[in-house]
Nanobody
Framework: VQLQAYGGGLVQAGGSLRLSCSASGNIFSILGWFRQPPGKKRESVATITSGGTTNYADSVKGRFTISRHNAVNTVYLEMNSLKPEDTAVYYC?????????WGRGTQVTVSS
């Protein structure tokens, strides 16, 4: 399984960014995004099951929206009202047949 993330970059506080991640293969039970802020541990941002059930970190609820397009094995993260504390390396994640997979991170920087 290979995960390729797109998007990220530099944005001012209050702005928006959209991340996308394409996964090779199929039968992905869970797709999602994690992030690792500078000097901190990696944390879950949002996940979505194959049935569309979503889960969000409290810190992003109401601002971020995760979605997936099963036909093309792609997961999206729409990030609105970005804050400087959202600055982190964002990682695409999938869970498939009992295994976890991670993509290479993409940097998101929110300036104040």
């Amino acid at each position: 399984v290979q995960l390729q993330a797109y998007g990220g970059g530099l944005v001012q506080a209050g702005g928006s960014l959209r991340l996308s991640c394409s996964a090779s293969g199929n039968i992905f039970s869970i797709l999602g995004w994690f992030r690792q802020p500078p000097g901190k541990k990696r944390e879950s941002v949002a996940t979505i099951t194959s049935g569309g059930t979503t889960n969000y970190a409290d810190s992003v609820k109401g601002r971020f929206t995760i979605s997936r397009h099963n036909a093309v094995n792609t997961v999206y993260l729409e990030m609105n009202s970005l804050k400087p504390e959202d600055t982190a390396v964002y990682y695409c994640y999938c869970y498939r047949l009992g295994q976890e997979y991670w993509g290479r991170g993409t940097q998101v920087t929110v300036s104040s």
